[in-house]
């Protein structure tokens, strides 16, 4: 189980941009500057299938942990216009970047088997529940996701959200903000408080 310290460690070291060597023999996918396939994605909630009423998320899909992040800078881009244009100015674009950065350098893949979960330029694929880079990244997109929802950033949104839990790991992750709260509440606090003020300034 992850420590508070470690999470809250995390979520801070995660707002600074870390340049990773490129793989050998990999070429982008996207336009310079942005996360693969950023391009390929909406930023709306509506992306995600809809399964017994809710828009069900896996967490452990490099594209649905991107959307998670698409979402929550599309969302907020209305408050920090004025710092930045094409979301360079958005404080979460940090955050996406970082993801983007961790996926091309194969973090998420397999420790025993860098063949599983592995980079494939030419796709988008998994994230091992194995990988330790892969773990602290989630608590990262799950925290603030979780923290807008409870904020009721999304108030609009047709459907509820269920992030999908597979049946590996499962205790050492939380998937629901009741599950967050109980475990990380202060960590909680601290992301739903940055989305209630964007609500607030929205009103």
């Given at each position: 189980?992850?420590?508070?310290?470690?999470?809250?460690?995390?979520?801070?070291?995660?707002?600074f941009?870390?340049?990773?060597?490129?793989?050998?023999?990999?070429?982008?996918?996207?336009?310079?500057?942005?996360?693969?396939?950023?391009?390929?994605?909406?930023?709306?909630?509506?992306?995600?299938?809809?399964?017994?009423?809710?828009?069900?998320?896996?967490?452990?899909?490099?594209?649905?942990?991107?959307?998670?992040?698409?979402?929550?800078?599309?969302?907020t881009?209305?408050?920090?216009?004025?710092?930045?244009?094409?979301?360079?100015?958005?404080?979460?674009?940090?955050?996406?970047?970082?993801?983007?950065?961790?996926?091309?350098?194969?973090?998420?893949?397999?420790?025993?088997?860098?063949?599983?979960?592995?980079?494939?330029?030419?796709?988008?694929?998994?994230?091992?529940?194995?990988?330790?880079?892969?773990?602290?990244?989630?608590?990262?997109?799950?925290?603030?996701?979780?923290?807008?929802?409870?904020?009721?950033?999304?108030k609009?949104?047709?459907?509820?959200?269920?992030?999908?839990?597979?049946?590996?790991?499962?205790?050492?992750?939380?998937?629901?903000?009741?599950?967050?709260r109980?475990?990380?509440?202060?960590?909680?606090?601290?992301?739903?408080?940055?989305?209630?003020?964007?609500?607030?300034?929205?009103?």
């Amino acid at each position: 189980m992850w420590t508070m310290l470690g999470i809250s460690n995390f979520l801070f070291l995660s707002c600074f941009s870390v340049g990773f060597a490129q793989n050998p023999g990999t070429a982008p996918v996207v336009n310079e500057g942005y996360p693969p396939f950023w391009d390929q994605i909406n930023g709306d909630i509506a992306e995600y299938p809809v399964k017994n009423g809710k828009s069900v998320i896996n967490v452990w899909n490099y594209l649905d942990r991107l959307k998670m992040y698409k979402i929550l800078i599309t969302e907020t881009n209305k408050y920090f216009v004025q710092f930045g244009k094409n979301n360079t100015g958005n404080v979460l674009w940090a955050l996406a970047l970082y993801y983007g950065k961790l996926y091309e350098t194969a973090r998420f893949s397999e420790p025993t088997n860098t063949f599983v979960c592995a980079y494939e330029a030419g796709s988008p694929g998994c994230i091992s529940i194995n990988s330790g880079w892969g773990g602290m990244n989630f608590y990262v997109v799950t925290m603030n996701f979780l923290g807008a929802v409870e904020a009721g950033l999304f108030k609009d949104a047709p459907h509820e959200v269920e992030l999908v839990a597979p049946a590996a790991h499962r205790s050492d992750f939380c998937y629901s903000i009741e599950e967050c709260r109980a475990l990380y509440g202060q960590a909680m606090d601290v992301a739903t408080r940055f989305y209630q003020e964007a609500v607030f300034l929205s009103q």
